[in-house]
């Protein structure tokens, strides 16, 4: 293998798997798991790979053809592309393996097409983190959102209505974006990013460069569900199955943050977006509301998987927080709470998937202290997750919530931090009411004698994913220091702080 | 104040198609009728691009012998267009699969308008 090449290597790997499976699975539908599964672990050994290989020798360019930018599109394998795309492959791994049995539950005629349209869209998601040039990434948004149409539509009864939806809100998310690169293709003539960095310094007075970054971050925050703007979320993350909802929830919000960070403060600088125009700040203060709002509406919600969906929204809220305060420490628990949302989303999206398997029906009102004698492993491992969700040391929620809340002590932004504590508590509300179901009822010693409950586990495919995202959590959380001074550090871009 | 209109009428031109075609897709209640706004806006966006590569006393981007390779204010920008490319067949693979939604809630709900479905999904909802 040679070593400049390794960028481009995920996505092909994702994009031939994904023209592959209708043909081999074409008459064998079971051969369409492992396929995928296999493609899968090459990308995760390969996301390794790249990130030592990035933190020994700095950023690997590969261009495409050989011809170089700004001519040619390249693939750019920084820090903060490398750690991005190792979060994803190790989280679509997991989730691909709780991903058989639920699928073959739900939608067992299906699975030929479900896993070609599952490589499509991680091809489109390594794609957009991995890629140099600005329109590229808009082919690669489109790739991973017409495939998550696809996935999003082959759920229950209401799923078309909710991928609809959503088709309708991601494409004029989409065209924003592409409107944002067609003004800033005006002001600089080229659409490579590490070239219109080189330009923009001399034209950022132009209303053109304006028009288009805010084009492009509007377009961005309909993608990541940013709270004005997140109105496709819940319904079609809780009408999609759960092997997409699992998949989709820890990833696919968290690309359009990646690229808001990545044009925010990679390529027009902090300076300019922050205090040439207040875009930061802007943000910030919606991602404020959106944490606010998400967690009340989450209080709200019977059905679990909708709970979560709101729940999402808040999280991303945190992300959306940690850019608006464009500090080092805030990018840095931005970044982290990227990793560490994506784990606790997995973990608690695949308990949901456990629940609808084994007792049919993942409604809050319905749950009972039997599940915890039932499903003893799923329910602890959402108690870690749901621990982590609400902040407590050591597990990985509490250490992202810690850096932004030092980010905004940095900036004296006195209401933000009010605004994480308050988020707290109100997590502590929406997951303990469920813990409390679960875990705390009194013992009815009448009824345990007269109730014998059988006790019956989910599958081992279904748990062990489970179990190693919960203990994930909590190491990951130990090991925070490790990862933040290892990586995150490095990705911090200079002229900040 | 009048040259600035006429002077950026394809900008005007494509402004309102975008607004018509947004306007389309968040207020009309037939399903279909939101995937035509959905078309008209992003054939605005091909309309912008195409705009933006424009030159005054340009040619079309093929070698003519008589102006020679050296000039480039002679030709028209061709990458807009290539990129354009790109993009319609991305709206007609977006096109198509919404029309596929569509079909599969018409089977399923036998209507489009959007305001009976959210009825006939609350009464779901309600008996659930």
Same mark, same amino acid.
């Given at each position: 293998m040679t070593l400049s090449n390794t960028p481009a290597l995920i996505p092909l790997i994702f994009l031939g798997t994904a023209a592959l499976i209708p043909i081999i699975a074409? !008459?064998?539908?079971?051969i369409a798991f492992p396929f995928s599964l296999l493609a899968s672990l090459i990308s995760v050994f390969i996301s390794i790979y790249n990130i030592l290989l990035v933190l020994q020798k700095g950023s690997v360019r590969y261009f495409f053809g050989g011809w170089a930018p700004p001519i040619g599109i390249e693939y750019v394998l920084d820090p903060f592309s490398a750690f991005i795309v190792l979060v994803i492959n190790s989280i679509a791994f997991l989730v691909l393996i709780h991903s058989k049995r639920v699928v073959e539950n739900e939608h067992p005629d299906r699975r030929t097409p479900y896993y070609a349209v599952v490589m499509l869209m991680l091809c489109g998601f390594n794609g957009i983190v991995l890629t140099g040039d600005f329109f590229n990434l808009y082919v690669f948004l489109e790739i991973s959102s017409l495939a998550l149409y696809g996935m999003i539509a082959?759920?229950?009864?209401?799923s078309p209505i909710a991928a609809f939806r959503y088709l309708i809100m991601g494409t004029i998310g989409a065209s924003f974006y592409l409107l944002g690169t067609g003004f800033l293709f005006m002001a600089t003539?080229?659409?490579n990013m590490a070239d219109i960095k080189m330009i923009l310094p001399n034209i950022y007075q132009e209303h053109t460069v304006i028009v288009g970054l805010i084009l492009m971050v509007i377009g961005m925050a309909i993608k990541m569900a940013m709270f004005p703007l997140h109105g496709w979320l819940p319904d079609s993350y809780t009408y999609a199955p759960s092997s997409t909802a699992a998949l989709v929830a820890p990833t696919g919000t968290k690309i359009g943050a990646y690229v808001i960070i990545r044009i925010l403060?990679?390529?027009?600088?902090v300076s300019f977006v922050s205090?040439?125009?207040?875009l930061t700040q802007v943000l910030g203060w919606l991602a404020a509301i959106g944490i606010i709002y998400g967690s009340i509406m989450a209080i709200a919600q019977k059905e679990m998987k909708r709970m979560l969906a709101y729940s999402s929204i808040a999280q991303v809220g945190y992300i959306g927080l940690g850019i608006g305060l464009a500090n080092p420490l805030g990018l840095i628990g931005a970044v982290l709470h990227v990793m560490n949302h994506a784990l606790m989303k997995a973990c608690l999206f695949l308990v949901a998937g456990n629940f609808r398997t084994k007792l049919g029906h993942s409604n809050i009102n319905r749950f009972t202290d039997s599940i915890r004698k039932q499903m003893p492993w799923t329910t602890a491992a959402f108690a870690v997750a749901s621990l982590s969700m609400v902040g407590? #040391? #050591?597990?990985?929620g509490f250490f992202s919530k810690w850096y932004l809340a030092l980010g905004t002590i940095k900036n004296s932004n006195w209401i933000f931090l009010a605004v994480i504590l308050i988020s707290s508590l109100l997590n502590a509300v929406y997951f303990f009411r469920i813990l409390e179901k679960i875990?705390? !009822? =009194? =013992?009815?010693a009448e009824k345990d004698r007269t109730e014998k409950i059988k006790k019956s586990e989910a599958y081992p495919s279904m748990l062990v994913p489970t179990i190693i995202l919960a203990i994930a959590i909590l190491v990951i959380g130990l090991l925070n220091a490790f990862i933040v001074k290892g990586i995150i550090q490095k990705i911090i871009p200079g002229g900040m702080g | 104040m009048f040259d600035f209109f006429l002077g950026h009428y394809a900008y005007w031109f494509m402004f309102a198609l975008m607004t018509l075609g947004l306007w389309g897709m968040i207020f009309k209640k037939n399903l279909v009728k939101k995937l035509i706004g959905m078309t008209i806006f992003q054939v605005s966006i091909i309309i912008f691009y195409i705009a933006t590569s424009s030159k005054w006393g340009a040619t079309v981007p093929v070698l003519d012998p008589a102006i020679g390779?050296?000039?480039?204010?002679?030709y028209i920008n061709p990458l807009p267009h290539t990129l354009m490319l790109t993009a319609i067949v991305v709206g007609v693979a977006t096109i198509g699969v919404a029309f596929a939604l569509v079909i599969s809630i018409y089977k399923r709900?036998?209507?489009?308008d959007e305001s009976i479905l959210s009825e006939k999904l609350k009464k779901e909802d309600d008996t659930e």
């Open positions: 074409s !008459r064998k539908n079971w082959i759920g229950e009864k209401k003539g080229s659409l403060f990679f390529i027009f600088g205090k040439m125009l207040p407590l #040391p #050591p597990t990985v875990y705390l !009822r =009194p =013992p009815d | 390779a050296t000039d480039t204010s002679k709900y036998r209507t489009l």
